[in-house]
């Protein structure tokens, strides 16, 4: 479940609900930094209209920001930074359903988004109040006061196409600018006093009951003034740096909380030293002047009117632009249209700000038409704009209350499961930070209900809406709103389901033609393969047509060397003597002949039959097996020996280069040469001619594959594969070659892929010889460990070798190796079609989730079973240029942990037998395969 370290650990999170995935991709540029969180928190939260409307209360309105201070900010600072660290990795979207439920979780995002609706309105609203003080003539009617408003909103939505570094740069200026202006009513009530002017208020403590009063009456503006730093939740994930610079950074909400309460404080200190109560007509004539007051008008005149519209501009921007985020964290998770999740190369998410703006549009349209028809507002057109704005205010206050309500109580729901243990050790907060966290959130809880109820039962605008059709009106708007959510709070959820059925119909009507295509192209290359496979048996069989004594090189030929090896595997056994068999073939080759011709082709055979000869002596045999092999045959020797033997045989070819004359009188062309050497002996690897032919050649392979001369000694990998083959009652005559060239297709297309199937080919068998399986089930699992990823050939590389996360389309791609690899084993026939049904179910499930069929526990072969173990376990501990391995211990938990729904239970316990007591034989084979991998890197 839900999950977060203390440090720079990403949180883990499992939902039951599909579409909530995909949100990490989406993530926008990480560029705020702490200055950032300083204007944000600032510029979001300082509201100058709330001046008028707190300094009536006189002298008590300082406590009245203090105590506001403590019960508000505090509290919901110390838990929004908590829920900051929590959700920086996820978003409010995914923790917020996680902790609360689908329902309550939407109903919560609802909240959100209505909450900055109203406030992004409001403060457009408040906007063009210092353009009315300029311009009173211009705005006497709604409509005009709307289109202003319009006008203003188009304006914020172009500062939200900046790049959002510039942006907050010119916010932060103008951040700056607000806080002066607010600071200079502290100033002008200084200088006022300084003057020798007595103060308009009497700077006197007022008796308790009017201290009580005025308490209730003006706790709802106090919050609404304080209320705005919490939607930096909604961009805490695009704070620059890691999971502990975000820990750091954040610290300045506190250092932003601070400058507004002084702020506040200032400017209501300068109102209420200067401004007499009652002076003027309605709070917005107030604070202008004031400080023309002091300062006089000369100097405070329209310019700080423009400059108090350029600051609100700037709050309608943070708000536009956070709230914007929301809509398209929605859109990431499929809850709302993906393209609302749309983004530009600045990393803008456009359509989202856009739609934000549309409906904030549509909103304030609708309330300058709605409210003006109730005719609940007994005054003229001119104050209409200023009824509206109250109004809106109280309602814009009472929906934030609502949904930092949510948070608040999904907060203590969070702690209180932390408290009783349920969640993880590295996600839990510390039990005196967790009570002291628990504390603060319960108190702002206490403090938003108090907010919601006194904002509907005191007028904040008395005089023109009494208190009766305040409450009236302010109550039936929230209770129509709330039940417009719990009404809409599914839709999103449905419409995501609906939309993602779709999807996924067109995706799988999509995949079908795609696999149509594999299909055929498929077939294509089982022909062409076919084919290939024919030429090389007919060329074969040809060879073996041939006379004893090869007329190039006047060795022995195929013939003669398959006789010579049968009569000295029979007197190598009445001697009790070991025999070492070589197969030797020259190195690009075909590019000798290509450029210089097959005279100097002919030329090289014979310098490199002459040279192996003078290499093993009169005693050994050397023998042309055909094309560019050579066969050597050496009496009397260890592997050790032979080993060496082949080594020095190599050094004799490579360590000079042929001396070609192309005419007798012309200089000398000199060929490099090198060979490829190949190593079985008799009786260890057999003692047969055809055997022994076996796993010199296939050794000779591995040769080539690891980069060419070099000496590879046969080792179990190859017996496993004969065995497989050659003791099948049922098919006898299978052509190994078709074997090789299976092997050879999946060395060359992967190097990995290769020495992968061979290490998991010596797994599975010991955990099948652990299980006791018949004898003819365990040649199956091992031909199938062997090719169960040759369908990886169809695969592209830019899917196979990734470095980063797959994406669905990949994910479909890639889990098509399974049926690819069936199809092209079933093609190659014999033995291969028994084969092709355990490749085929490899990836099946015990759980029955697995792919490409869906099988449930003993439908699935025994033998894919086991396979599917080993390959996991190898899979997780091989390392990749692309992918980390993890540790055996690791690994060996993963399986544990997915028994009974990924694997069979019985074959993971024989695996984890198999894993404590691995015999030192299966060791040393699986140490021999990793170091052919690295040497196949190397080369």
């Known amino acids: 479940m839900f999950s977060q370290s203390q440090d720079t650990r990403e949180p883990q999170i499992s939902l039951p609900l599909p579409y909530l995935q995909g949100e990490a991709s989406e993530a926008l540029p990480r560029v705020l930094r702490g200055k950032d969180i300083i204007t944000f928190v600032v510029l979001i939260t300082l509201f100058m209209p709330a001046i008028p409307n707190i300094y009536r209360s006189g002298t008590i309105a300082f406590l009245y920001w203090i105590v506001g201070a403590l019960v508000w900010t505090v509290p919901s600072n110390a838990v929004m930074r908590w829920l900051y660290l929590r959700i920086q990795r996820l978003g409010y979207v995914i923790w917020g359903v996680h902790v609360a439920g689908r329902r309550w979780g939407m109903l919560s995002l609802f909240s959100i988004w209505l909450a ?139 250092v932003g909380s601070a400058i507004v309460l002084c702020c506040y404080l ?35 005149g329209d310019v700080l009117i423009f400059l108090l519209f350029l600051c609100r501009v700037g709050t309608s921007v943070i708000l536009l632009l956070s709230f914007s985020r929301l809509a398209y964290r929605m859109a990431c998770i499929r809850i709302m249209p993906e393209r609302f999740a749309r983004k530009n190369r600045s990393g803008i998410p456009y359509n989202a700000i856009i739609a934000q703006a549309i409906v904030i549009f549509c909103t304030f349209l609708v309330l300058y038409t709605l409210l003006p028809s109730l005719h609940v507002f007994s005054v003229r057109p001119v104050l209409l704009l200023d009824m509206l704005f109250s109004v809106l205010q109280a309602i814009a ?82 209770l129509l709103l709330g039940i417009l959510g719990l009404l809409t709070a599914d839709i999103p959820y449905v419409s995501a389901a609906v939309s993602e059925l779709r999807r996924l119909h067109q995706r799988e009507v999509e995949l079908r033609a795609r696999l149509q295509d594999a299909y055929n192209e498929q077939r294509v290359l089982v022909q062409q393969q076919q084919e290939l496979i024919a030429d090389v048996d007919r060329l074969y069989r040809e060879n073996a047509r041939a006379a004893l004594t ?58 490199v039959g002459q040279r192996l000869q003078q290499g093993v002596g009169e005693n050994n045999f050397v023998g042309r097996y055909g094309g560019e092999e050579f066969a050597v045959i050496v009496w009397n020797v260890d592997m050790q020996q032979v080993a060496e033997i082949a080594e020095r045989l190599r050094w004799a070819i490579a360590s000079r280069p042929f001396q070609w004359n192309v005419e007798a009188e012309a200089a000398a062309t000199e060929i490099s040469l090198s060979a490829s050497f190949g190593v079985a002996v008799c009786p260890v690897h057999g003692s047969e001619a055809k055997t022994l032919i076996q796993y010199a050649d296939s050794a000779m392979y591995r040769a080539k594959n690891s980069g060419r001369n070099r000496v590879c000694i046969a080792d179990e990998d190859e017996r496993a594969i004969h065995m497989a083959l050659s003791t099948s009652e049922r098919f006898e005559t299978v052509d ?56 990886k050939v169809g695969i592209p590389d830019s899917i196979l070798h990734k470095p980063g996360p797959l994406t669905d389309e990949e994910w479909k791609m890639m889990r098509r190796h399974a049926e690819l690899g069936s199809q092209i084993l079933a093609q190659a026939g014999g033995i291969f079609v028994l084969v092709a049904g355990i490749v085929r179910a490899h990836h099946e499930r015990w759980d029955g989730k697995g792919y490409p069929d869906g099988l449930v526990r003993e439908e699935i072969p025994f033998p894919a079973r086991i396979l599917a173990v080993a390959d996991a376990y190898d899979a997780m501990t091989f390392p990749r240029v692309c992918r980390k391995s993890v540790s055996s211990h690791e690994a060996c938990q993963e399986i544990v942990r997915c028994a009974g729904s990924q694997f069979d239970p019985a074959v993971v316990q024989a695996f984890l037998f198999v894993m404590r007591t691995a015999s030192p034989q299966v060791i040393q084979r699986l140490h021999s395969v990793t170091a052919g991998y690295g040497t196949l890197q190397n080369g």
Request: hydrophobic fraction near 55%; aromatic fraction near 10%.
């Open 266 to 300: 200032a400017a209501t200190f300068g109102t209420v030293v200067v401004v007499p109560l009652n002076t003027y007509t309605f709070p917005r004539s107030v604070v202008i002047p004031a400080l023309n007051s002091v300062f006089g008008e000369n100097i405070f």
């Open 736 to 791: 190994e070659r078709t074997t090789q060239a299976l092997l050879a297709v999946t060395s060359v297309r992967d190097p990995y892929l290769y020495v992968h199937s061979r290490r998991v080919m010596i797994l599975a068998d010991a955990i099948a010889v652990e299980m006791k399986r018949p004898a003819d089930e365990v040649r199956l699992l091992q031909l199938a460990a062997l090719f169960h990823d040759i369908g």
């Open 116 to 254: 900055g609706i109203f406030a992004t309105t409001v403060l457009l609203q408040s906007t063009i109040l210092p353009l009315l003080h300029l311009f009173p003539n211009w705005f006497l009617a709604p409509i005009y006061q709307a289109l202003c408003m319009v006008v203003v909103l188009a304006l914020a939505t172009v500062f939200c196409f900046l790049r959002l570094r510039l942006l907050f740069s010119l916010l932060g200026v103008l951040t700056i600018i607000y806080c002066a202006l607010f600071l200079s009513l502290g100033l002008a009530g200084v200088l006022w006093l300084l003057r020798g002017h007595a103060s308009a208020v009497p700077l006197v403590w007022p008796p308790l009951s009017a201290v009580e009063f005025k308490f209730s009456e003006l706790f709802g503006p106090v919050l609404w003034a304080l209320v705005g730093g919490e939607a930096l939740a909604l961009m805490v994930r695009e704070i620059k740096g890691t999971a502990e610079s975000v820990r750091k950074e954040t610290r300045m909400i506190w």
């Open 397 to 478: 206050l009472i929906v934030w209350l609502v949904a930092m309500l949510q948070v608040f109580l999904f907060v203590i729901i969070a702690l209180t499961g932390e408290l009783r243990g349920e969640s993880t050790a590295e996600g839990r907060t510390p039990k005196r930070e967790a009570l002291v966290l628990l504390g603060l959130a319960i108190l702002g809880c206490l403090t938003a209900l108090t907010g919601i109820a006194t904002s509907l039962t005191h007028s904040w605008v008395s005089p023109w809406v009494p208190m009766p059709h305040w409450f009236f009106l302010v109550t039936g708007i929230t």
């Open 550 to 607: 090869d007329p190039v090189t006047g060795l022995p030929n195929h013939r003669a060397v398959l006789n010579r090896l049968d009569r000295d595997i029979q007197e190598s056994k009445q001697r009790h003597e070991q025999l070492g068999f070589l197969f030797v073939d020259i190195d690009h080759f075909k590019q000798i002949n290509d450029r210089w011709g097959h005279l100097a082709g002919d030329a090289v055979l014979r310098e």
